[in-house]
């Protein structure tokens, strides 16, 4: 079936916005000096150390490549194969050069030479510290995305900065407005091409509260994809799969269903990430779920204290029984032991991050969607985030150890949790506090973005996954 009128939704909700009037539209960059204080790029690059590609004879092989990324991506970076196949697009080869640069850093055996040269990353953390950084570099100099332009603010070029779905407007902002150098004007000249669609304004505009209708959403999102396609070449020439959305509602999924194509070729960038809902790892990226009450990062959450200073509490959790995972902890530990503090409501006279930044791990259980704010609070807490859920694919995986600056509980251990954080060895918390402390400035928002912030991990996402595409 095939409405009539391209944009019939665009415009409805655009002339529905108008009706309620500008007053909400409230840009993340409203409140600051101004574009001008953006750092120049240049100047930064002049900070960043040089690292040697050495080429050792030990290097035999690729077969280590895997560390660089998650297991499913390791396969696919064949860059003899990749370039014949696109030898003709000059696009292409810069990739696959880029591609190869990366291979040939993770197949470095002696990777301590690079942290004689490079102070930047802590070798812990990361799967492969060298094809980590080589990849972030190559992303710097040459990765350039295209931002579509159609479509009216709030529902497109604007999003929320603040609240729990703080990542996808400041995302759609600095992307849109930020000077990082990695926009283009010219689409013959992007290697991706952005969606600037915010579907928590969606919700907010389109949604009729309580219905569960999530039609107009969907239907946003098909009209979108089909504007962009008609008007444009590049959809068309990928089926989508070099195009990219971003969405850290917990609908952001179920929006993306209003074109099949959109939901299964194109990078979803999503905090909702269920492997079990279509999450797909290989192309789709895990976006950090970052609540920022009033915009800002909580005062306290900046001054952790100190790292040898001993934490009262075991471990610590307040929030509502949402979703699947919530009921089966409260039941085991609501009111149960005074060395695991949960808690379904925090009493008034009881803070919130006093409790994170005096315990030593902090439970993240999934709510009514995997993701949680809590994670990253716990990052900045420097409190050990204790992973409780089930398909979460968790952010930055494809490059970063989680097991470095976090802790999993299989869900069925619940019952146990207190036998298990207890044998964590002190030797093990320091060693996970250290992860946390280096991971941090991963899970930063900056304003304006900073190298190796959220941004730029989000960005570098969505390069890997475009790396490895196939448009032939
Ligand atoms: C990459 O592809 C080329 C051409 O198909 C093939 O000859 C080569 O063996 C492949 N290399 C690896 C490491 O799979
Ligand atoms: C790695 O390189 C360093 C510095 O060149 C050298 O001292 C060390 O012996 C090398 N290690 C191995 C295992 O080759
Ligand atoms: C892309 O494909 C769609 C559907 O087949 C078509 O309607 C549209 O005109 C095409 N776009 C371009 C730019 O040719
Ligand atoms: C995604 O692809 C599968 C398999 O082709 C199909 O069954 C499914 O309907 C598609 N999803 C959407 C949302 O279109
Ligand atoms: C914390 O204490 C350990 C063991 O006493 C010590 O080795 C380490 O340097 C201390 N760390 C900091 C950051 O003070
Ligand atoms: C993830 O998806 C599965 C399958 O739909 C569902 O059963 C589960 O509840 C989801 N998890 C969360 C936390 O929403």
Redesign the pocket.
Known sequence: MIRDGVSVSIVLAAAFVASIGIVFIFGCFSHKKGIESFYVNSEDEIKIPVVELITTPARTHIGEAGDVLSTEFSSKFNSTELLTKRENNKLEHVLASSRAAILKAASIKNKSIIFRNNALLSRQIYRNPYAFYRSYVEMERRFKVYVYEEGESPLVHDGPCKDIYTSEGRFIHEMEQGNNGFRTRNPEAAHVYFMPFSVTWMVKYLYHPNTHNVIPLKEFASDYVRIISRKHPFWNKTQGADHFMLSCHDWGPVT??G??????TSIRVLCNANSSE?FNPKKDVSLPEIYLYGGEVPSKLLHPPPFNSSRPHLAFFAGGVHGPIRPILLQHWKGRDSDIRIYERLPETLDYYYFMLQSRFCLCPSGYEVASPRIVEAIYAECIPVILSEHYVLPFSDVLRWEAFSIQVDVSKIARLKEILLAVSQAEYLRLKEGLRAVRRHFVLNKPAQRFDVFHMILHSVWLRRLDLRVW
């Open positions: 993306s269903q074109n099949a194509f959109l939901y299964n279509g």
